[in-house]
């Protein structure tokens, strides 16, 4: 079974704190992602990595950064958390070869909770 | 651009009905098309997905969705409620952007309550 694994499911940080979110997946997967998750707004995608060291901004990438240093593992970043990024944080991760890529199934991680305080 | 639209927020029914999940979609390119579930505090996990193949797609637990390029909907259906099926439910398309990439747009969500 493909294994998308988020080290830290609660957190509580300060504002001005720098808050990482690490996600590991181990089914040797090109492609990761980072999602936000808020109630009425659905997933909002964060940002996208395609391979290693490449990055894409998704829809909401303010106040985020990422780091993709090993295939199998995706950082999220918050340079300075603020209440506004009180949230679920929500890793995946899926192939990315291009033959039929748009249906590869996408695995989620079970969420990082995060609180600003 | 491509878009989903979940036409209800909520749904619910009783245990052992039938359970249906309504999902539009636009897309200019041919797209994938999804249904995860989420249940509290839980990741998202696939339930199935339609890519091409037939339109008429089954996935686990006994749900199934029918892809209706006419009508650009792929509705989820399970013929009986059962309590554990209480969770929220999201409507995903995908479409091949290139250099292996693809874009996945997100419905906002259908949570289904059933009742005992």
């Known amino acids: 079974d493909v294994k998308v694994t988020q080290s830290s499911r609660y957190l509580v940080k300060r504002t001005g704190e720098k808050v990482f979110l690490e996600c590991v997946q181990d089914?040797?997967?090109?492609?990761m992602f980072w999602y936000r998750q808020d109630p009425g707004l659905g997933l909002r995608l964060i940002y996208f990595?395609?391979?290693?060291?490449?990055?894409e901004k998704g829809d909401i990438p303010e106040g985020y950064s990422v780091s993709r240093e090993k295939k199998e593992r995706f950082s999220l970043i918050l340079e300075s958390a603020s209440t506004n990024q009180t949230s679920m944080y929500l890793c995946?991760?899926?192939?990315?070869?291009?033959?039929?890529?748009?249906?590869?199934?996408?695995?989620f991680g079970e969420g990082s909770w995060l609180t600003v305080v | 651009a491509q878009s989903v639209t979940q036409l209800d927020s909520h749904v619910s029914v009783s245990e052992g009905t039938p359970v249906l999940l309504r999902c539009n979609y636009s897309?200019?390119?041919?797209?994938?098309l999804f249904w995860y579930v989420q249940h509290p505090n839980k990741g998202l996990q696939l339930l199935l997905k339609?890519?091409?193949?037939?339109?008429l797609v089954k996935g686990i637990n006994g749900f199934e969705a029918e892809f209706k390029k006419s009508e650009t909907s792929f509705h989820l259906t399970k013929p009986s409620a059962h309590m554990s099926d209480a969770a929220e439910y999201f409507c995903?398309?995908?479409?091949?952007?290139?250099?292996?990439?693809?874009?996945?747009?997100f419905g906002k969500g259908t949570k289904l309550s059933v009742i005992p």
């Open positions: 089914m040797d997967h090109e492609n």
């Open positions: 339609y890519t091409s193949a037939a339109t």
């Open positions: 990595s395609y391979d290693v060291k490449m990055k």
């Open positions: 897309s200019s390119y041919s797209p994938s």
């Open positions: 995946a991760s899926s192939r990315g070869d291009r033959a039929g890529a748009s249906g590869n199934t996408i695995y």
């Open positions: 995903v398309v995908s479409v091949l952007r290139g250099a292996g990439s693809y874009q996945l747009t």
